[in-house]
């Protein structure tokens, strides 16, 4: 480990004193790209719907020791859980066993010279946010699940922000080597918690022939800005599922990358926003199609409400020689209010002919004709909008193959959207 | 069935660029390159007025202020825009009084293109506008439209005839701030064609104007202006063919569309300029601004056939600002060997009860790339917009490319947008089906390519769909996979 | 007319044909009956000309000319028709506009010139009252849209306007109500000929009490496995096919 000898980056005016665990040549990188690049603003093609002159602005520091808090954050009782509060982790919080086959560190209890050979496949050029990661991370979770070992029991990977105007950046690696079968939940939430900004990066590994599986709960205090890297790449016969579901948070970003780099690969990306007030929600995805003989299915969902605005960006890259590529996408929105604002764009770049790609994208209000059905058979108008708004949404939540987060997806919807759920 | 796939064989035979030749008119041409002097040049060439002078150096102070585009998805030599003659025109620049006076090798170069004015006029009924190079030689049906009041005349004509239309709307839907090329055209357009539809006239005939670059090394920069007046309609064609060249050339046109109140405008495009040969060498830059503005129930409906060019940027885009007014855009662009096209459209719903429908066909060929790219924008106060868009691909060969980056922007929450987009290879089972029946693979593939682009070719006029489905054959030609 | 030996094809390295014989000669009409996947699409679409077969071993004699040497448009201008299991949409192409492509280029390859608009709409007008298609359908985009049995009739009517020399029908009668399956084959009795010869692939009897076979072939395993009597459709039909299996099991 090392100290901070830079306490400023990228003309942000945080408090950046710490101590910080990446390989120091890497952060070297990392803050040498800090100085020569601004933050992007909507000119910069990936932030076109997004503005992160707020996060720039807001006097945010990192906290050097962790803070101590009690209680109990996880969704299931027979998870594995690993805890971060403000960017440290939390160790008495934290599960102290595990199963065979799994290795669970986190980053700061490993040694350095383990620590050493991290993190070196993060895009740092032109990148603020992975740079700021890169120079800045504090903690973070390493996952080994050894080659043919199932995990039984979920990863709970849980993100906790409290306090006011804090920087909590983590650094993520999770790797499911080749025939293992594992299933994540990474959840952040605030515990009295505001202004804060999580800034995480996992990078994923999905060995030949393994399954991974990642449900991703977003849920911080409606002040908070997250900005959520995710780094896939996934080998021979594989399997990788994400489930992604905003349902907090001012502004939050997720920039998932999905590398296929080997043959009959199955990707499944869904993702949920549901959005109020003043939230800004951005999902970037990228499949990335490097090798032939694959699939790939994207359902994206949202519902925006207030002056809310959702952005979603979708690619689907194939390249040259990856025949036989199914590929589909599909986005959905409805606005349930004058202020509500949708960007979608959904995008192909194929370079290879015997494919089958498609996507849709489609944006509109409720079905009034259901909606006078559901009123005809007595329901007010406000249950039938909702019931017909979580019809809608439903079909992704159905895609989630785990009851716990199920169950608090319906508390958040009930809590905060005011939804009568059955 | 005045025309079936059949006639396409007579075609395919051949097999080089058929329109690839230059007639040789002595022309007045301005030195190469771009200042101030030049466009006092033109100016002067012309006759301009003052306002129009004026207009045009404040332009080229926009420009020179800009730097080029580079974020659409090709890729190509940037122009050097000081290495164009930014002025070419016949040295018999005289009006001719008929079709007679009309210098022979003109009229023989047109009768090469297959456009020979006398058979237009006695067999379709199409008043032809020609441009050589940059002005106007030729017009005709004049007097038939004027008796209905309708102008219908080269750009030039209009600047000296109807200055207060041309000023009224000339840049009021494509500001010259809009982009480098649109900049630079307000800066340097020589020529171009003006219609004006009167109140309430339904124009009888599809206008329609040929164009054609002849002088080695001479950018063309058309301008087009065609208003259609309250409740009137007006079906108005542009087709390009040009000559074989090894050196690039930019052609950075700008069309601007006006309907108003209740008023309908159907503009048709084929283009075909050269689209350089096997190898990518020569062929057309084709840098183009289109845009249309719609007031109250009007409409305006882009039909295009793109083909040609060696790259291709071309957005041909709606204003839908009146209330109930409807944009619509059809398209379909082939590419070949290693042409580049980036195009699409952008429908801005601004009024209420805007509808929209996009319906874009790619097909790529060879090393070529082919993008859709457009914009669907829903404003705050569009209430019940509606758009639908379908966007198509058909992958040729595996060393081509087919992207498509649509933007949906939406504020409204009355509004439905409808987006999808398929990418796919043309169907083996559907070409081993046409073997089957004894059609050749060539010819099997021309008439599923004409299929697959039929919704798009239904929308273009008789002559139009005829020339259309033939250029779609013989770009295809040898792009089996 | 067409004489297959010891026929045999793979695909994707798995063999479906596995030494097939079999005679047809001008004026008869053959049955192949056998089990599902026996191998008798593959027969059809091998004869065809469908690239991904590889045909391992033996031959087709085709009127004396080597059909397995011959391109598939080839083989369709020499007179061979498939009446496809599936046949296949092509959208935005109208059937009418797609026949006559086929039959210029059919006559253009047998050097006869092409057929006048006038005389081509005649032809349609008479050959899709053999069929009773609807006019609407000749015009529409080819098979597109069409149900399954409308789809059957027009591969019919096609043949119809394409007056093969040798027609292979892959279960035609699957998909057709009992009217249409009296016109389908009222359709193939009208177009027989002593200089044409058909092929029918079927599983029910019931189509062979319209179109009267001279011989029935049973289909097992990649290889004509018995071949028979008109009589000895009636025989599977009651018996079925295992006492076949059993007696070609290996
Ligand atoms: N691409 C392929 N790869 C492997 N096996 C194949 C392939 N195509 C066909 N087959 C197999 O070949 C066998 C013969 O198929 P075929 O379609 O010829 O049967 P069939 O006799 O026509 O059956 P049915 O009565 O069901 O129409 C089947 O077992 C089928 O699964
Ligand atoms: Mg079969």
Redesign the pocket.
């Known amino acids: 480990m090392q100290t901070i000898e830079k306490e400023s980056a990228a003309g942000v005016n945080w408090q950046l004193k710490g101590s910080f665990l990446l390989n120091p040549e890497l952060r070297q990188k990392a803050l040498e790209v800090l100085d020569n690049t601004p933050f992007p603003t909507t000119k910069t093609e990936a932030w076109k719907y997004t503005r992160v002159a707020k996060i720039k602005n807001s006097n945010l520091s990192v906290q050097e020791n962790p803070v101590p808090l009690t209680g109990n954050f996880g969704l299931s009782t027979d998870s594995i859980q690993y805890v971060f509060v403000n960017g440290h982790f939390s160790e008495h919080l934290s599960s102290k066993s595990y199963p065979e086959g799994l290795k669970i560190l986190a980053l700061s209890q490993m040694d350095e010279a383990e620590v050493r050979v991290l993190g070196g496949n993060v895009l740092l050029d032109g990148e603020v946010f992975s740079s700021i990661n890169t120079a800045y991370a504090t903690d973070g979770i390493y996952v080994h699940v050894s080659a043919k070992m199932q995990i039984e029991p979920i990863i709970e990977i849980i993100q906790i922000n409290t306090e006011k105007n804090v920087l909590s950046n983590l650094r993520h690696v999770l790797v499911g080597e080749a025939f293992s079968e594992v299933q994540f939940i990474q959840r952040s939430i605030s515990v009295n918690g505001s202004d804060n900004f999580t800034n995480v990066i996992s990078e994923i590994h999905v060995g030949k022939n393994a399954k991974l599986t990642i449900d991703k709960l977003q849920e911080e205090h409606e002040s908070c800005f997250q900005i959520s890297t995710e780094l896939v790449s996934q080998h021979q016969d594989s399997n990788f599922t994400i489930n992604t579901f905003t349902l907090n948070g001012l502004l939050v970003r997720n920039n998932l990358t999905i590398e296929v780099d080997g043959q009959n690969c199955e990707t499944h990306l869904n993702g949920a926003y549901i959005l109020n007030g003043n939230q800004h929600v951005d999902n970037h995805t990228v499949v990335d199609h490097k090798v032939a003989n694959c699939e790939s299915n994207e359902l994206y969902k949202g519902v925006i409400d207030g002056k809310a605005t959702a952005v979603f960006n979708g690619k689907v890259y194939v390249r040259k020689d990856a025949q036989k590529i199914n590929a589909f996408q599909s986005n959905a929105n409805v606005l349930l209010s004058d202020d509500a604002t949708i960007n979608s764009k959904p995008e192909l770049e194929i370079y290879a002919d015997d494919v089958k790609c498609s996507h849709g994208s489609t944006t509109g209000q409720l079905d009034e004709e259901a909606v006078f059905y559901l009123r005809a058979r007595g329901l007010s108008e406000a249950s039938a909008r909702q019931l017909m708004v979580g019809a809608f949404i439903e079909d992704v939540i159905q895609k989630i193959d785990n009851e716990p987060i199920v169950d608090r997806i319906h508390t958040i919807l009930k809590e905060r959207f005011n939804w009568v759920i059955e | 069935m005045s025309y079936t796939e059949n006639d396409l064989a007579k075609d395919l035979e051949n097999s080089e660029y058929k329109f690839g030749f230059t007639t040789d008119i002595e022309s007045d041409r301005a030195p190469l390159g771009l200042n101030e002097d030049i466009i006092r040049f033109i100016s002067a060439k012309k006759e301009e007025p003052e306002w129009l002078l004026d207009y045009r150096l404040k332009c080229f102070k926009i420009w020179s202020e800009m730097t080029e585009p580079s974020w659409a998805h090709i890729s190509y030599p940037k122009p050097n825009f000081q290495g164009i003659s930014y002025y070419a025109a016949p040295k018999q620049t005289k009006k001719y009084e008929s079709w007679d006076d009309v210098d022979p090798e003109m009229k023989e170069t047109m009768a090469k293109l297959g456009i020979s004015l006398e058979e237009q006029q006695r067999l379709t009924g199409v008043a032809v506008d020609f441009v050589m190079d940059s002005v106007s030689v030729a017009t005709s049906f004049k007097a038939k439209l004027q008796e209905l009041g309708i102008i219908f005349c080269s750009f030039s004509d209009a600047v000296q005839e109807h200055p207060e239309l041309v000023k009224q709307y000339m840049g009021s839907v494509v500001p010259a701030t809009d982009n480098f090329y649109a900049a630079l055209n307000s800066a340097v357009f020589t020529d171009g064609s003006f219609c004006y539809i009167p109140k309430g006239v339904r124009c009888p005939m599809e206008l329609s104007t040929y164009f054609r670059i002849n002088e080695a090394n001479t950018g063309q920069f058309e301008r087009t202006l065609v208003i259609a007046d309250e409740g009137s309609y007006v079906s108005y064609l542009e087709g390009c063919t040009a000559p074989q060249r090894d050196e690039n050339q930019l052609h950075a046109a700008v069309v601007e569309l006006i309907a108003l109140k209740d008023a309908e405008i159907k503009y048709s495009t084929v283009q075909n300029w050269y689209p350089g040969d096997k190898n990518g060498l020569g062929g057309i830059f084709n840098f183009v601004t289109k845009r249309g503005i719609c007031e109250t129930n009007a409409k305006i409906s882009w039909t295009q056939v793109e083909t040609g060019s060696a790259v291709t940027w071309k957005y041909p885009s709606c204003i839908l600002k009146g209330d109930n007014s409807v944009g619509e855009f059809y398209s379909v662009a082939v590419t070949n060997n290693y042409q580049q096209a980036d195009t699409g459209t952008k429908m801005i719903h601004l009024g209420k009860n805007t509808k929209s429908t996009i319906i874009s066909k790619g097909i790529s060929a060879g090393k070529s790339h082919n993008s859709y790219r457009g914009l669907v924008q829903i404003h705050k106060n569009a209430h019940n917009a509606r758009n639908f868009s379908q966007c198509d691909s058909l992958l040729m060969t595996d060393e081509c490319g087919a992207h498509t980056f649509p933007y949906i922007e939406c504020k409204n929450p009355s509004a439905k947008i409808e987006h999808e987009a398929t990418t796919s290879k043309i169907g083996e089972d559907q070409i081993f089906y046409c073997l089957q029946r004894g059609i050749s693979e060539e010819k099997a593939i021309s008439l599923i390519v004409n299929g697959y682009c039929k919704e798009v070719l239904n929308q273009l006029p008789m002559e139009f769909a005829v020339e259309a489905q033939k250029l779609l054959t013989i770009s295809l030609e040898g792009s089996v996979g | 007319m067409l004489k297959i030996t010891n026929l045999h094809a793979s ?2 390295g ?1 063999e ?1 044909l596995k030494g097939l014989n079999l005679e047809v000669k001008a004026g008869e009409i053959h049955a192949i009956m ?12 091998v004869l065809a000309g469908r690239e ?1 077969y590889e045909i391992t071993e033996g031959s087709v004699d085709f009127d004396g000319t080597d059909l397995l040497e011959m391109a598939t448009e080839d083989r369709a201008r020499e007179g061979l028709f498939l009446a496809f ?1 599936y046949p296949v949409e092509i959208p935005g192409v109208s059937n009418v506009n797609f026949l006559r492509t086929a039959l210029n280029e059919i006559r253009e390859y047998r050097g006869e010139s092409s057929i006048s608009a006038k005389d081509f709409m005649a032809l349609v007008k008479e050959k899709s009252a053999i069929v009773e298609l609807d006019a609407k359908l000749a015009s529409r985009s080819v098979n597109e849209g069409f149900s399954g049995g409308e789809k059957k009739r027009n591969e019919i009517f096609q043949m119809a306007m394409l007056d093969p020399k040798l027609a292979i029908l ?2 035609t009668d699957s998909g057709l109500d009992i009217d249409a399956l009296r016109i389908v084959a009222n359709g193939v009795n009208t177009l027989k000929s002593d200089k044409n010869a058909t092929i029918v ?1 079927t ?1 029910y009897q019931r189509l062979l009490d319209y179109i009267v076979p001279d011989f029935v072939h049973v ?1 097992y395993d ?1 290889r004509i496995v018995k071949s028979g009597p008109k009589e000895l459709a009636l025989e599977l039909e009651e018996k079925g096919y295992d006492w076949i299996k059993a007696e070609f099991a290996h």
Not at chain 3, 34 to 45: D, E, H, M, R, V
Request: hydrophobic letters at 30%; aromatic letters at 0%.
């Open positions: 695909i994707d798995k479906i056998g089990p599902n996947g026996a191998g008798k699409s593959t027969l059809a679409s991904e299991q892959d279960e692939i599983h289909l990649g």
